[in-house]
């Protein structure tokens, strides 16, 4: 491929090896919709907390195939407020923990959602003791006390894994219980199924105000994809700029990809990136993106789209519509099976 290789206005000359290393891990590009969705955790935090949670806050579901970037964004986002101590009136030093972030086991027991939410806010043992409705107590008296201003809750599908009468009523007690006792905003993720069950119960669907699902690129999200990947080429700080958003490379990026960003930076760029610093190189070659793409997704140079020798622009585009055909032929829909619970 014919690559213009700009300069990166975001380079950095003093940036060590180990500096640029760290700087591939940490990156993170959020699109227009991901920023939009985290400007909606900010609102829904600060008006919570400026009525003193003495209100219904605005609680939020996001929802979205694995692989599109929901857990990074809440990672990203969780990981700018730590928890940390404070020495109170009494000169009892408190630990403060501005969010909660729990990722739900695959578990369908009602005990394990609130167990699991009491050890991410800490003090507890690793197994607490008590019935369900004994932890959900403890952990809303402790939230209060250690000034928690967002619960995010990952995984949340697990909560109904078989999709029963019991698991839904469990779920939908425990995360109303929450809210209403707290007055803590909730951010619950997961597969889009979870949508399903809002959408078919009322006193959730009234807590959930602000609903986002997040799809995968497409095709038809063409100009958005080149705009992130021009985002991304410039945030990794390189001397120069590989050209990700080049007509040609994108729609190759999109086609090996199959849109989905946990692909894009875990199995291309980020590998791709730390073997061009370990090879002391000025940006990320495709020879680089190429040989870690195959390796890391066991596939052969035949088959691998960044493959200019095996895939004219005419088969790229036939990749990616037989990806986006087959994405729609494992769609499976489960609302056949959640009408049965709640008729």
């Known amino acids: 491929m014919n690559l213009t290789l700009a300069k990166n206005p975001k380079y950095e000359p003093e940036s060590c090896r180990e500096k640029r290393s760290i700087q591939v891990g940490q990156v993170f590009v959020p699109s227009e919709f991901l920023q939009e969705i985290i400007n909606d955790i900010k609102q829904s ?16 579901l996001i929802v ?7 857990t990074e964004l809440l990672k990203r986002y969780v990981s700018q407020f730590p928890r940390y101590v404070r020495t109170n009136q009494d000169g009892i030093p408190c630990d403060i923990v501005p969010i909660v972030s729990v990722s739900l086991p695959d578990d369908a027991s009602g005990r394990a959602a609130p167990v699991e939410i009491l050890k991410a806010l800490g003090g507890e043992a690793d197994k ?9 107590r403890r952990f809303c008296n402790r939230a209060k006390d250690s000034k928690v201003e967002l619960i995010v809750i990952d995984e949340f599908h697990h909560a109904f894994s078989n999709i029963t009468s019991v698991q839904l009523k469990n779920a939908a007690d425990w995360i109303k219980n929450l809210i209403n006792k707290t007055g803590i905003p909730v951010v619950l993720m997961g597969l889009p199924i979870c949508l399903e069950i809002l959408q078919r119960h009322p006193e959730l669907r009234n807590r959930f105000s602000i609903v ?9 999200d063409i100009k958005k994809w080149r705009v992130f990947l021009k985002k991304l080429d410039q945030s ?4 120069y700029l590989t050209g990700l958003d080049e007509p040609d490379l994108a729609l190759r990026l999109l086609a090996l990809s199959g849109g989905l960003l946990t692909v894009l930076m875990k199995k291309v760029i980020r590998p791709a990136a730390r073997m061009a610093i370990d090879n002391g190189e000025e940006y990320i070659s495709i020879e680089n993106m190429l040989s ?14 960044l493959s200019k020798e095996h895939f004219s622009q005419e088969d790229v585009l036939a990749r990616i519509y037989g990806n986006e055909k087959e994405l729609k032929k494992r769609w499976t829909p489960t609302s056949n099976k959640i009408g049965d619970v709640f008729n």
């Open 212 to 220: 986002h699902q997040i799809e995968r690129f497409s095709l038809a």
């Open 64 to 70: 979205g195939e694995s692989g599109v970037g929901k």
């Open 128 to 136: 607490p003791k008590g019935t369900r409705a004994e932890l959900n």
């Open 236 to 239: 990794l700080g390189f001397k």
């Open 292 to 305: 870690v793409s195959c390796k890391r997704l066991n596939m052969q140079m035949r088959d691998n789209p």
């Open 45 to 60: 935090r600060f008006l919570a907390k400026e009525v003193g949670y003495d209100e219904q806050p605005d609680s939020i």
